[in-house]
């Protein structure tokens, strides 16, 4: 399984906005991923509710997973997303 530790760059956390940001950027990967809080159960990163449930805060660790082909890219893409709090997808998702 590939995986990616990651602090969250968005001051604001994973809320509103950035979850959109970051939902769609897991969605254009194609790539089915999970996304946890280092001490929490998984969810699906592609999934609004679940990304907002887990109530993740800017500076927390999150930890980004997937087992299918081509994850080692996208998750590199996330990490970079999450780790930068980019306010819009980059060309590169």
């Known amino acids: 399984m590939a995986e ?6 968005w001051t604001e956390g ?10 769609r950027a897991t969605t254009a990967s194609g790539v089915p991923v999970t996304i946890a ?3 929490g ?13 887990l ?13 299918a082909e081509g994850a080692e ?3 590199d893409r996330l990490a970079k997303l999450v780790a930068e709090g980019l306010e819009e997808l ?3 998702v």
């Open 55 to 67: 109530g993740a805060q800017g500076g927390e660790e999150i930890i980004l997973a997937s087992e």
């Open 41 to 53: 159960n998984p969810v699906n990163a592609a999934s609004m509710l679940a990304v907002l449930g």
């Open 37 to 39: 809080k280092a001490d």
């Open 4 to 9: 990616r530790r990651v602090n969250v760059g």
């Open 14 to 23: 994973l809320h509103a906005r950035p979850a959109s940001i970051f939902v």
């Open 73 to 75: 890219v996208a998750l």
């Open 90 to 92: 980059p060309e590169t």
